[in-house]
DNA sequence: GCCGTTTTCGGCCCGACTGTTTTCAGTCG
């Protein structure tokens, strides 16, 4: 069992004990291990071998054992036990809005529901209504939710939600009553995936701002409408909640409702350990804790952070991986910002599978502001995709040629976005590749191979020195397709060793390099390309939602190749080819 | 079940809203 089926499972035994009636704290314990193993930077096979699984922070003796347990035989008795006691199907009726396991055991006991087909039966014949705190509202509330559970998977690519997301923040700046008004939640952390919207407003007349919120035209449903907290669906199907504050709560509001939960809770034990208490509108003195440092003030966000002895943290960091210990250390990394960017290598025309034109590329390209673009069609391979064949690459290359005769300033690079083949080999043969400034080489083709095959299969793409950079290492489209199958430390290993850079693919149905990943590949020396994998000028904006997942990944300007000004980029092309020429900055 | 500059036992973040109650439990974030 790999370590995500393996979170999977600790989840399922914390639903379970929660269903149980089991302490609480217990539960989260499982929970947080299975985060714990979420997060790992290192192989779960090598914690396993040498016994080292305890020293992860949130895995003690007992989940240690377990998770060694399915690790090495892919089972776990104490798991088959726990699961006897319940019907295999009740864990599905979690992803239910508005029930938990309180709930979920009644209608187990009660009513022997234990299924989303069952439970909307129980809903629609009455027998919901008349259990112990239950109700008509929780019976229509429920149906809701099921609803809304079919319709989506509750889930929204943070690209799909951005436009829709400003949109709102905006709307509500307008509107007479607002002072402030800001985007929390995983969206300020600039999450792949955010499941909803958190809005947070400084206002005097909390009421008349909810009403306007709530009566949105954007808005489908309301779910819960109070005087300082309300939550809709919108018709695109994600909740979205607005919390009012005022401006003196707004930057704890700000900070509490940006989280992650994880790092809320380590923020709140730090300023325990002041005898402060932490909520999301002040600091107060701890209840039965001495006062040992007066109450500090509060103007902006940072403050919270200067209060506790910690520099001021990037919401895209604040994801519990250790930042906290680095802010209180005055070690963070200055985080690479969209206008570092001074060109980008992964972009498509007409001439493949592009909707615009070279000419209209490069166009939008210096309309944003950039100093160099690099053109990368699909190779032959990508019939699918009308791949270049070599005569179509040199005519190509050909009249990038006289383009860049005509121009100052701006530098086109003829470059391919490059097929690997099923056995690692390259769509062109090398005396094609040299012809051009550099390559992307990517998987489109043959999936499914072991881990072992699709590893070894772009480590020695990799080791083709006209291979520049590897594009969307893991194949992921997010929502859509798993990523397939690779040992991604090997891979970065590799790229350390053949000094190939490794894309962050910026496209938001990509965004691969997954931010986890970024900061061992730094460690390892692995550079970053930035690369929007452009099919349209509009594509080419997408390039900021790579900078988020760039900045979630812990780099920097220097980590990141196309910050470089056209006059330093050249040689880092170079560099593989000629062997002697040094990479970076 | 985990953890430790309040340390090997006794804590573990905390508040809003809803719907059911008649003072609060459950859920969510």
């Known amino acids: 069992m790999n370590k995500d089926e393996i979170a999977d499972v600790l989840e399922n035994i914390a639903r379970l004990l929660e269903l149980k009636g089991e302490n609480p704290f217990k ?19 090598t914690l396993v071998s040498e016994d080292r699984l305890t020293s992860v922070d949130g895995i003690g ?70 259990l112990p705190g239950f109700g008509e509202k929780t019976a229509a509330n429920i149906l809701k939710g099921i609803e809304h559970m079919r319709s989506h998977a509750g889930e929204f690519r943070f690209g799909d939600v951005a436009q829709i997301a400003e949109g709102l923040v905006n709307d509500l700046r307008g509107h007479p009553d607002v002072n402030l008004a800001q985007i929390a939640g995983s969206f300020r952390r600039k999450k792949e995936i955010v499941r909803d919207l958190d809005f947070i407003v400084s206002t005097k007349q909390p009421e008349a701002v909810m009403a306007f919120f709530t009566a949105h035209p954007l808005v489908e449903n309301v779910l819960a409408h109070g005087a300082t907290k309300s939550s809709v669906i919108l018709k695109n199907g994600i909740q979205c ?62 403050d919270i952070y200067r209060a506790l002895d910690l520099d001021p943290v990037e919401p895209e960091l604040r994801e519990d991986r250790g930042e906290i210990d680095v802010a209180e250390r005055h070690a963070l990394p200055h985080l690479i910002e969209c206008t570092n960017l001074r060109g980008t290598f992964h972009n498509h025309t007409t001439a493949s599978d592009g909707r615009a034109s070279l000419e209209d590329m490069v166009a939008a390209a210096k309309e944003l502001g950039l100093e160099y673009l690099g053109i990368a069609d699909h190779s032959r391979a990508s019939f699918q995709a009308n791949g270049l064949d070599d005569k179509r690459l040199a005519a190509q290359v050909a009249r990038i040629q006289d383009l860049n005769d005509g121009e100052a300033g701006f530098r086109i690079f003829t470059g391919t976005e490059c097929d690997i083949l099923k056995d690692g080999s390259l769509d062109f043969p090398d005396e094609i590749l040299a012809t051009l400034d550099y390559v992307v080489a990517s998987v489109h083709s043959s999936f499914t191979l072991t881990e072992a095959e699709m590893t070894k299969r772009l480590i020695s793409a990799m080791e083709n020195p006209y291979v520049t950079m590897l594009g969307h290492l893991t194949g992921r489209l997010l929502l859509s397709r798993e990523p397939y199958q690779v040992n991604i430390p090997a891979v970065l ?7 190939t850079i490794i894309e962050l693919n910026a496209n938001p149905r990509r965004l691969d390099l997954d931010w986890r990943w970024w900061p061992l590949a730094k460690e390892k020396g692995v550079k970053c390309v930035i690369n929007p994998d452009a099919h349209s000028t509009s594509g080419l904006q997408d390039l900021i939602f790579g900078v988020g997942i760039a900045r979630k990944g812990w780099l920097t300007k220097e980590d990141v190749i196309n910050t470089l000004p056209l006059a330093r980029i050249e040689a880092v092309l170079k560099a593989k080819r000629g062997g002697s020429v040094r990479q970076g900055h």
């Not at 539960?27 to 096979?45: D, K, M, S």
């Not at 776990?76 to 809005?97: N, S, V, W």
């Not at 290993?493 to 000094?499: Q, S």
């Open 27 to 45: 539960v989260r314990a499982y929970t947080q291990a299975a985060r714990a193993l979420e997060i790992l930077a290192e192989p779960l096979e």
């Open 61 to 130: 003796k007992a989940t240690g054992e377990k998770i060694a347990e399915l690790s090495s035989h892919g089972r776990l008795a104490y798991y088959d036990d726990l699961r006897e006691e319940f019907p295999p199907d009740i864990l599905t009726l979690f992803a239910i809005q508005g029930l938990g396991a309180k709930k979920i055991k009644i209608l187990w006991d009660a009513l022997k529901v234990h299924s989303v087909t069952k439970l909307e039966r129980a809903c629609k014949d009455g027998s919901v209504a008349t």
């Open 241 to 302: 909640d607005l919390r009012a504050v005022t401006g003196a709560e707004f930057p704890f509001a700000l900070n509490y409702f940006t989280g992650s939960k994880e790092h809320n809770v380590r923020m709140r034990s730090r300023a325990l350990s002041r005898g402060w208490s932490l909520n999301e509108y002040r600091f107060s003195a701890a209840e039965g804790r001495e006062l040992r440092e007066p109450l500090p003030d509060v103007c902006e966000e940072a």
């Open 493 to 499: 290993d590799a790229a350390a060793a053949t000094g």
